[in-house]
């Protein structure tokens, strides 16, 4: 049967009603890859995942959410829809407001948002709004407008994106047979890991403390499925640490810019989370981002953008230091494509060769590169 999303897959675990029509664009069932080669290069002994959610519609685990924000919204009888965002979540409501034929209103800070992402908002038809500010201002901004005016907020403060987001736990699951020793991801407003927990909690069939944060949400088919949770492991960037260093960032900078965010709404779910798991917050620095973002790409051939990249670059961190302990089964969610920004991959890689369209010029250059010869084997 055709796959139909993750509302038609998940529907008793999740708040929609048998009938409720969904919003959807086939979101969900996203490859769990095995890092094959990354162990051996680095002589680390760990089971490695890569849950790529930028294999979403839009390229970003938003579509999980966003599916079930604009189904519910549809389902009421909104006519238009708003977000504050880094990117990911503007052009996921971008999308899945064109698809539900609602008015889409997006805040984003000017030019700091990845082209990709700036350019799937527009194409969508969205309304974008470049504020002279940050994310954080966005997002105070879109609260008190959702206060005045009849459009829905679609940020991880509305409940439903979150309960859709949880089904990527759902999916580990299946895909492992059981869940990971550890799950690590970037962590931006934190709505992301309280909603990977949620989903591991009900699988476990266990409460957690993060659920009480969405007003008018329950447990949805708790089910025991899984013997035990997984550990959670989030990093934030380290000019974007707020829930690391245990206050708010003025000024956040990184070049993660998804996730340059200083004071996250889902701060206090996101503790809750950590602290049930047993597991912590820590940060990495630009530079590791981007090196492991490069080295992900060159020995896997899977392309994520930079605040995704840092869920691999945490884990090698922790894996150096003995935190995850050896023999760990880790997954990392890789929350979106490398293809939302495509400037700073551009900007971090070799330039082309440029050559006349001539065969002995690119026999040489081509000759000079093959495996095995001087120029490769350094
Ligand atoms: N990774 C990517 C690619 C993101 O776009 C985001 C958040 C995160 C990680 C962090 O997830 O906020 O749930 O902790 N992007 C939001 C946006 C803020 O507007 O697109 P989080």
Not at 141 to 155: D, K, M, W, Y
Not at 341 to 354: E, G, R, Y
Request: proline share 6%; net charge positive; hydrophobic share 40%.
């Amino acid at each position: 049967m055709n796959y139909t999303g993750i509302i038609d897959k998940y529907r008793d675990r999740l708040p929609v009603a048998p009938r409720t029509k969904a919003v959807t664009l086939n979101e969900g069932a996203t490859p769990l890859v095995e890092l094959v080669n990354l162990p051996r290069v680095l002589r680390r002994d760990v089971r490695l995942f890569a849950k790529f959610d930028g294999l979403n519609p839009t390229g970003s685990f938003k579509d999980r959410g966003m599916t079930m924000a604009v189904t519910r919204a549809a389902e009421e009888g909104a006519r238009a829809i708003i977000c504050a965002s880094t990117g990911n979540t503007s052009a996921a409501a971008a999308a899945y407001a064109a698809r539900a034929g609602m008015a889409c209103f997006v805040l984003i800070p000017e030019g700091k948002i990845a082209l990709g992402k700036l350019s799937q908002a527009m194409m969508h038809g969205s309304v974008v709004l470049q504020i002279r500010g940050n994310f954080d201002d966005g997002m105070r901004l879109v609260q008190q407008i959702g206060a005045r005016l009849p459009v829905e907020i679609v940020n991880s403060i509305n409940p439903y994106r979150i309960q859709g987001q949880k089904t990527v736990a759902f999916e580990v699951i299946e895909a492992l047979g059981a869940p990971p020793d550890y799950h690590a991801l970037p962590v931006g407003n934190a709505g992301n890991i309280t909603a990977h927990w949620i989903g591991y909690s009900e699988s476990a069939g266990a409460q957690t403390a993060a659920l009480k944060v969405s007003p008018g949400m329950r447990d949805y088919g708790r089910r025991a499925i899984a013997d035990r949770r997984p550990v959670m492991v989030g990093y934030q960037a380290a000019g974007a640490a707020p829930i690391v260093r245990g206050r708010p960032v003025e000024n956040p900078e990184t070049v993660a810019t998804a996730i340059r965010i200083g004071n996250p709404v889902s701060w206090q779910q996101a503790l809750a989370a950590s602290r049930e798991s047993g597991g912590w917050f820590s940060e990495c620095t630009d530079q590791e981002i981007l090196r492991v973002q490069k080295l992900l790409a060159r020995s896997e051939g899977v392309f994520c953008e930079p605040a995704s990249a840092i869920a691999l670059a945490g884990v090698l961190q922790d894996l150096e230091i003995g935190r995850i302990g050896a023999g760990s089964t880790v997954v990392c969610t890789l929350t979106g494509h490398g293809l939302k920004d495509p400037d700073t991959a551009i900007a971090q890689s070799a330039k082309p060769l440029t050559v006349d369209a001539d065969l002995t010029a690119i026999e040489r250059l081509i000759s000079e590169r093959l495996p095995g010869t001087a120029a490769t084997s350094s």
